[in-house]
């Protein structure tokens, strides 16, 4: 039976952080209280129930500390999601906005495999830009996002309307800042 875990008394609220008014959701904290941990990687695990999973992909790097063990208890490959430069070899590469700018994330060419269901997990999803630029390369290669999963999910940020195809959870929601 799945012991219950008060997420909210070990994340780290950290205001104006990284700039003024922003108010950072720092998972340290979670990491911190092993027992926190097992949670998170408990419940993560039972929301992929009744999910066809080939993989688990996560987004660096928060997203790693995650994804392996659920990748590791579901029994399928990791694969990584980075920045630009972070990969060795050929990679698919989608470049998105953020709110200052844009970034590129990359997946190597190996780990895209058509016809494959994949688990796209972040530590926290708030615009969704990111989530929806790794998406895309899967599925403009062939593959299926299953999921996409999230411990923390900040939905005044919008991010259901960017993932609005996708099947989003996330274990605790926080309405602002």
């Known amino acids: 039976m799945e012991t219950q875990y008060d997420l909210d008394n070990v994340i780290r609220k950290v205001p104006d ?5 922003v108010l950072y ?3 340290t904290g979670i990491l911190a209280v092993p ?10 695990e039972a929301l992929c129930k009744g999910k066809k999973i080939d993989s688990v992909a996560g987004i660096e790097a928060r997203g790693f500390i995650f994804a392996a063990p659920l990748a590791e208890r579901l029994g399928v490959p990791l ?8 990969l060795p070899g050929k990679v698919h590469k989608r470049s998105f906005e953020l709110e200052y700018g844009c970034d590129v994330v990359c997946v190597q060419e190996v780990d895209v495999v058509p016809g494959t269901h994949v688990l796209l997990i972040d530590d926290l999803i708030a615009t ?3 989530l929806q630029a790794a998406a895309s390369i899967f599925e403009e290669h062939g593959a ?6 999230g411990v923390i999910g900040l939905p005044f940020l919008n991010y259901e309307k960017v993932l ?3 099947p989003v959870d996330v274990l605790l929601e926080y309405d602002g800042e």
Request: proline share 5%; hydrophobic share 40%; with cysteine.
């Open 17 to 21: 952080f990284p700039k003024p008014g």
């Open 25 to 27: 959701y720092d998972i």
């Open 35 to 44: 027992a926190a941990f097992s949670y998170c990687i408990d419940r993560l």
């Open 79 to 86: 694969i990584l999601v980075r920045k630009m430069g972070k």
């Open 128 to 130: 969704g830009g990111t």
């Open 144 to 149: 299926t996002i299953e999921a996409i999963l």
């Open 164 to 166: 609005q195809k996708y």
